[in-house]
């Protein structure tokens, strides 16, 4: 006659280790592929912001005015008195509920809190009141212009003394793509046609 015997002590430490070791192995799966995942939604978001960054200024930049408004420029950029990377333009096209011409002013500075932010400022040509700023992103590491005079890409322009550039490079190194190339977009502007 058989009897049944129940597991001994070493046969429950076996399977307790083998569990173990395989849910050690499937909670590593897990964490990596959740640490990929979060990598990927940051890397996503912030080529969605660039995106939306390089179209915005592309609109507005296309609605360049091609009258020289004094005193204004019609376009300036490079670095501010605080190394600040800046382009400031007159254009038509910026969605304001005011038609007519707009002051438009980028710049990436710090916060109060001394993170990078991208500010933007727009005002009606002729308004005297002070334009406001709006933190328009953070999340931008760096923010280059350079502009095209038909030999040379030069790092600061203005359309006073220079006359209007060719094109306008603009790149935008974003926090959650180390490592890898600033967004660059060229920008045609329009010009003054000649009359012949």
């Known amino acids: 006659m058989r009897t049944n015997r129940g597991?001994?002590?070493?046969?429950?430490?076996?399977?307790?280790?083998?569990?173990?070791?395989?849910?050690?192995?499937?909670?590593?799966?897990f964490s990596t592929t959740s640490a990929a995942k979060e990598q990927v939604d940051q890397q996503g978001a912030a080529l969605h912001l660039g995106r939306v960054l390089i179209s915005r200024l592309d609109r507005e930049l296309l609605g360049l005015t091609l009258n020289e408004p004094?005193?204004?420029?019609?376009?300036?950029g490079g670095e501010n008195s605080l190394n600040e990377p800046y382009l400031?333009?007159?254009?038509?096209?910026?969605?304001?509920?005011?038609?007519?011409?707009?002051?438009?002013?980028?710049?990436?500075g710090r916060d109060q809190q001394g993170q990078l932010t991208?500010?933007?400022?727009?005002?009606?040509?002729?308004?005297?009141?002070p334009a406001t700023e709006e933190n328009l992103a953070h999340g931008?590491?760096?923010?280059?212009?350079?502009?095209?005079?038909?030999?040379?890409?030069?790092?600061?322009?203005?359309?006073?003394?220079?006359g209007r550039p060719q094109l306008v490079r603009i790149g935008?190194?974003?926090?959650?793509?180390?490592?890898?190339?600033?967004?660059?977009?060229?920008?045609?502007?329009?010009?003054?046609?000649?009359?012949?």
């Open 118 to 129: 991208l500010w933007r400022s727009e005002t009606g040509l002729n308004s005297r009141a």
């Open 7 to 29: 597991f001994t002590l070493l046969e429950v430490l076996v399977a307790i280790m083998l569990a173990s070791l395989l849910l050690t192995s499937i909670y590593g799966v």
């Open 140 to 162: 931008i590491a760096q923010l280059t212009f350079n502009f095209f005079d038909g030999r040379n890409w030069q790092d600061h322009w203005d359309s006073r003394n220079n």
């Open 70 to 76: 004094d005193p204004l420029p019609v376009i300036a």
């Open 88 to 108: 400031a333009f007159v254009t038509t096209s910026t969605g304001a509920p005011q038609p007519g011409m707009r002051k438009v002013r980028y710049r990436l």
């Open 172 to 196: 935008i190194k974003l926090d959650n793509l180390n490592g890898k190339p600033p967004l660059t977009s060229i920008f045609t502007l329009p010009q003054k046609r000649r009359v012949l």
